[in-house]
């Protein structure tokens, strides 16, 4: 037990009023500053700088009832010595004693001698009449230090003293908080003055009689619980208040979910009863109503997500799972859950639900970085996506935490074929290759053949044929055991390593017969890896070696062992494989065998068969298999176009027009497949309609055709998905004018594909945009060639207008070489109508950032950078996408490119007029600065070009590099008078502006070009009216009368005009002149005139401006009949 501390002693100066520890003597003193700190020996100062004392019972509670423990004392406090009358010494002193300094009991006597007896409670007379030991020590404090008081006196009793105060104490402390109980639940004594109870409650009995049950309740509670207590105190505190750094006893991260009460509980069982009973509504209106009680209940998510499941809401039940993983998020197994259930349980749909698994693994990720499962999911879900670069990343990541990881390589290597960076995959293989030659005793996986076959494919997907060899005859020679035979590598003419016997190894000097078994070379050579290494040859030109190698398939069948059952696959690639290198004879071979297995005969099958007949001259055999592929599949295209090429060049006309017509109406019964299919009202479907199919994927490529072969063959798919677009945008583009929103969608989808493919054609951004287009890219020539709109109908046409052609060679059919007009057989200027319609559309459906990019690709495109006209139609679009967005910078720089390619040109600067007025957005950008500056160059370099040699010279005139528009020699153009209109929108500029000093400097210099024109008078007038009723005006009466004679010019020249309209503008206009200077009786008579000559079929309607403004007169003048009567005449509708 700690020693107990001393109450601080008091000071002669202080008041002697006292502040008792016991709760009942609250009714003697409760001043302000007083807190539970006076239960445990705190004064006035130790109170108000006591941190943090609410949370004290919570830490420092005894540990059973009755009992005193070390924590009854606070930490920074002092437990409380009782004086010489059971009191505690030196009560109510606001300061501390010194910590080695005893305190005389006979100060506290003092301290209480001026209590009155009255007011104390009996419990503390019984305190002041029992005996109790007055002298005590302490432990010293560095909280509360004051001076040594003068003297003292040692208790000889002093740990008698303290055991009988412990005791005491605590017995006090458990009648106080048992009577604290009572009080807060029950209350039973409400007593009036006489001691009666009060009848004012009439239901005071019953309450009475619960509020003591629940007191009995809760005092059971307390006495069941209180053997718990020692456990809830030993926990360690959370915050800042235990000791510094990273100790094992700190708790991290969020604290455990709350443990479901009893009615969760409850309503769970339930739920997942009826979940068992597949009574789906009764169990998810159970479990939303756990989820109303409490959202954070794990169990509630995931079985809401089962109903879901079962119920086929697939979309829903993703949904529930993601929630129930995010309550625990440092639970792996909640987001794999959720991963694996996008990934495996939603069928069709998986595609549109990889970004969600994707979310799931990254989370997982996360929340365990060293998970190599959830860099595994993550990286399959970038593989499915073919977002190699982020797979990369993941399987690099998976190498770095578990190196030389088998399964990690593999994928890694079909990653970086994926992303074309086979180096990185390669450099992996031979790190790992390297450790497991030099310490196999440490690698616990098995490296094996299919390693190779990965390894070796990555040399042979770059064309690295001879590199691919080499390193499968290394690595087989080491899995065979013959690792030491090194001499082998020098020999690279042939393969002779592994034949099957030593005819061809005997005349290799190095060679030793009885080194090692005949079974570890040629024989224990895998047929996979041995007909890959025949590819390898024919690629490399080595037929002979090439077929040693494909002769162990035995197409003929010499052996019985019939391997073309047992590999079928190996037979039809090596077929594929001769037919590309033009060897049809020994494809027919391979072909052969497969045609007597079921599984294998497909259209595929006898199409190549028919094309090797083809190749050998066999046209009968040729057209039998073509026949029985088209007569096998009624949609198949392929080998039905084939035939009518067949025909043709057989001189048979007629019968290659019936297989066209039928390839033609397939062609058209699958694009009307298409468009009712995305006419549909599934959304879902929709979107996968016309996205593009997830490719297969294997563990390693089966293929050993060189990276350009892949991307011809990508390039035919490519064509084919955009000539379906191009059939989709066809369709859809009336309807999608009409205003369809369905169609329009379906028409952008499809303008979209074809957009991206032709911006992504490197031949036409070059990097000299100054070079005109002559022709295509070797490279993408092919891409540029293949039609979107097919050339059947061509074909048809040919065969139809005569059937008795002698045109059998295909070179005659070559057009001359000419500049290429057209890509994928769509014409430039219908690819610029693509182009810019599908711009408007995204700045109608508020893509604006879009359709700025596609009039930006189009300007870029040299086959209309050098076209005057095309770039006008493409500026004059981004003019169009920029009104409809409001985007009122753009606007003012397309007007500006106007100006400079048609300078000096009226239209130009009338154009820049009209487009900023339809801009519905403020004038910031009409009257800004860089504006102002150039249509400043344009009047310099138009001033010019009319001054003489003298003039030029001055510095003002030095613009002739302004001069942007150049005739058909590359020579400028140069203006040969003033342009009124550009002296006008200069001047408008600084009106709009409030320059109206300058402004009126270019007014009257078109004035004098064209003195009677109205709007010049009109705009003269103007600007001398606002620069009069300016402050920095010199002569107002002045400007004032200038600018009426201006404007009474301009009344004059319209009032005589034939036109209602511009008699009512000349009125209106008056009548706001005399209104801006504050001349209502002389502004309302020509508003009236307005008025009373307006006629229903005018074209400009002033009639509500006009209204509005004499509505305004009249009750500003104090007529508000004449307001109240113009108002119901004009101005309700």
């Not at 030993?234 to 000791?243: A, C, D, V, Y």
């Not at 039809?572 to 049809?584: D, G, K, S, V, Y």
């Not at 009307?672 to 297969?696: C, H, I, M, N, W």
């Not at 711009?839 to 209309?864: F, H, L, P, Q, W």
Request: hydrophobic letters at 35%.
């Amino acid at each position: 037990m700690r020693p107990i501390l001393p109450h601080p002693a008091p000071r002669a100066n202080d008041t002697p009023q006292s502040q008792y520890p016991d709760p009942e003597l609250s009714q003697l003193q409760n001043p302000p500053w007083s807190s539970q700190y006076q239960l445990y020996g705190g004064g006035r100062e130790q109170a108000v700088r006591a941190p943090g004392w609410g949370d004290f019972h919570r830490r420092y509670s005894t540990s059973q009832r009755g009992e005193t423990s070390h924590h009854d004392t606070p930490p920074g406090s002092h437990s409380i010595p009782p004086g010489p009358t059971g009191l505690p010494s030196g009560f109510n002193t606001p300061t501390f004693a010194d910590p080695n300094t005893p305190i005389v009991t006979s100060e506290a006597g003092r301290a209480l001698s001026n209590v009155d007896a009255a007011h104390v409670p009996p419990r503390v007379l019984d305190w002041l009449q029992s005996d109790s030991p007055h002298l005590h020590e302490h432990t010293p404090s560095s909280d509360h230090i004051t001076p040594p008081m003068p003297s003292f006196e040692i208790d000889p009793n002093l740990d008698t003293s303290r055991a009988e105060f412990a005791i005491h104490t605590s017995e006090q402390r458990t009648r106080s908080r048992e009577s604290s109980v009572v009080a807060d639940f029950a209350n039973q004594e409400r007593q009036d003055s006489d001691g009666y109870i009060s009848d004012a409650d009439s239901e005071y009995l019953d309450h009475t009689g619960k509020m003591e049950k629940l007191k009995n309740d809760v005092i059971n509670l307390n006495d069941r619980d209180s053997g718990d207590e020692s456990l809830s105190q030993s926990r360690q505190p959370i915050g800042r208040r235990g000791t510094r750094g990273r100790g094992r006893g700190t708790f991290r991260g969020p604290r455990r979910a709350a443990e479901p009460t009893g009615d969760v509980k409850l309503r769970l069982s339930q739920a997942s009863q009826y979940f068992i009973e597949e009574k789906y509504p009764e169990s998810r209106a159970l479990v939303h109503e756990v989820i109303r009680i409490n959202a954070e209940t794990y169990e509630a998510w995931t079985l809401l997500a089962s109903i879901f499941k079962e119920e086929g809401d697939i979309n829903s039940a993703v949904y529930g799972l993601m929630f129930a993983a995010h309550l625990r998020p440092k639970h792996l197994s909640a987001w794999f859950n959720c991963a694996r259930f996008a990934l495996e349980e939603t069928g069709d749909l998986r595609p549109f639900y990889l970004r969600s698994a994707q979310f799931c693994y990254a989370a997982a990720v996360r929340a365990d970085y060293k998970s190599l499962e959830a860099h595994f999911g993550k990286a399959e879900v970038f593989l499915e996506q073919e977002k190699y670069k982020g797979a990369i990343s993941e399987y690099q990541t998976i190498l770095k935490l578990n190196p030389h990881n088998i399964a990690a390589l593999r994928k890694l290597a079909e990653a970086c074929m994926g992303a074309e960076a086979v180096d990185v995959a390669k450099d992996r293989y031979k790190e790992s290759i390297a450790y497991i030659r030099t310490s196999p005793d440490k690698f616990d996986q098995s490296f094996g053949w299919e390693d190779v076959y990965v390894y070796v494919e990555l040399f042979a997907f770059v064309g690295q044929y001879g590199e691919a060899i080499r390193e499968l005859k290394t690595l087989s020679r080491w899995l065979l055991g013959r690792e030491d035979e090194y001499y082998w590598d020098s020999i690279t003419a042939d393969d002779c390593e592994f034949d099957v016997d030593n005819s061809r190894r005997l005349a290799i000097s190095d060679f030793a017969v009885d080194k090692f078994p005949l079974e570890t070379y040629g024989m224990s050579l895998p047929l996979e890896l041995r007909v890959q290494l025949g590819f390898y040859r024919l690629r490399l030109g080595d037929q002979d070696e090439a077929m040693r190698h494909l002769e162990y398939l035995d197409p003929s069948n010499t052996t019985g062992e019939d391997i073309a059952l047992n590999n079928p696959f190996l037979y039809l690639n090596t077929a594929n494989q001769l037919f590309e290198a033009n060897l049809f004879k020994d494809a027919l071979r391979f072909y052969e065998p497969l045609k007597e297995i079921p599984e294998e005969i497909t259209t595929s099958l006898y199409t190549q068969m028919g094309l090797c007949f083809l190749g050998e001259n066999q046209r009968e055999e040729a057209e039998t298999h073509l026949k029985m592929a088209a007569e096998m599949d009624e949609s198949n295209e392929d080998a039905r176009m084939h035939l009518a090429k067949l025909y043709e060049q057989q001189k048979r006309p007629q019968q290659a027009l019936e297989v066209v017509n039928e390839v033609i109406s397939i062609k058209r019964k699958k694009n009307s497949e298409l468009v009712r299919k995305s006419t549909s009202k599934d959304k879902q479907a929709l979107a996968g309609q016309f996205r593009k199919p997830p490719k297969d994927r294997r563990a390693y490529r089966t293929s050993t055709r060189p990276l350009a072969d892949e991307r011809v063959k990508a390039q035919t798919e490519k064509a084919q998905h955009l000539q379906t677009q191009y059939y989709i945008m066809k369709s859809m583009l009336d309807p999608m004018r009409e205003g369809d929103v369905e169609a329009m969608h379906q028409w952008m989808n499809a303008a979209r594909d074809l957009t991206e493919d032709f911006r992504q054609l490197k031949s036409f951004y070059p990097w000299d945009k100054y070079i005109q287009f002559q022709e295509y890219r070797d490279a993408e020539r092919v891409q540029a060639m293949t039609a979107l709109d097919s050339d059947l109908s061509s074909m048809a046409e040919r065969l139809a207008r005569s059937f008795e052609t002698n045109r059998t060679d295909k070179d005659e059919m070559v057009q001359p070489k000419v500049v290429p007009t057209e890509y994928r057989g769509i014409s430039f200027q219908s690819w610029l109508d693509i182009l810019m319609e599908y711009a408007i559309c995204n700045a109608r459906n508020g893509n604006t950032r879009e359709s700025y990019e596609v009039c930006n690709a189009a300007k870029d495109a040299i086959i209309y950078y050098h076209s005057p006209e095309d770039m006008f139609l493409i500026h004059l679009c981004w003019c169009m996408c920029a009104l409809i967005s409001s985007d009122e910078e753009t606007v003012v720089s397309m007007a500006r490119f106007f100006m400079r390619d048609y300078q000096f040109t009226t239209d130009s600067y009338r154009l820049f007029g009209v487009l900023t007025r339809m801009c519905q957005s403020p004038v910031s950008w009409y009257c800004a600065g860089p504006t102002q500056k150039f249509v400043l160059r344009q009047i310099k370099a138009m001033d010019y070009a009319l001054m003489d040699e003298e003039t030029r010279n001055e510095k003002y005139f030095h613009e002739k590099g302004s001069y942007s528009t150049l005739d058909k020699h590359g020579r400028p153009i140069m203006n040969d008078d003033l342009d009124i209109s550009l002296l006008m929108l200069y001047g408008y500029i600084l009106f709009v502006g409030s320059s109206y000093a300058y402004a009126i400097n270019y007014f009257l210099r078109a004035h004098a070009l064209d003195p009677d024109n109205p709007m010049i008078n009109l705009s003269i007038g103007l600007a001398y009216l606002h620069h009069a009723l300016k402050r920095q005006a010199e002569n107002r009466q002045y400007g004032i009368l200038q600018g009426l004679t201006f404007i009474l010019r301009y009344y004059d020249a319209r009032k005589k005009s034939d036109l209602i309209e511009e008699r009512l503008e000349a009125h209106h206009n008056l009548a706001r002149a005399y209104h801006i200077l504050g001349l209502p009786h002389l502004a309302i008579p020509y508003y009236w005139k307005v008025l009373q000559e307006h006629k229903g079929d005018t074209k400009e309607n002033l009639v509500i401006e006009t209204a509005y403004n004499l509505q305004t007169l009249y009750t500003m003048s104090g007529n508000p009949e004449m307001a109240q009567s113009v108002t119901k005449e004009w101005l309700v509708i």
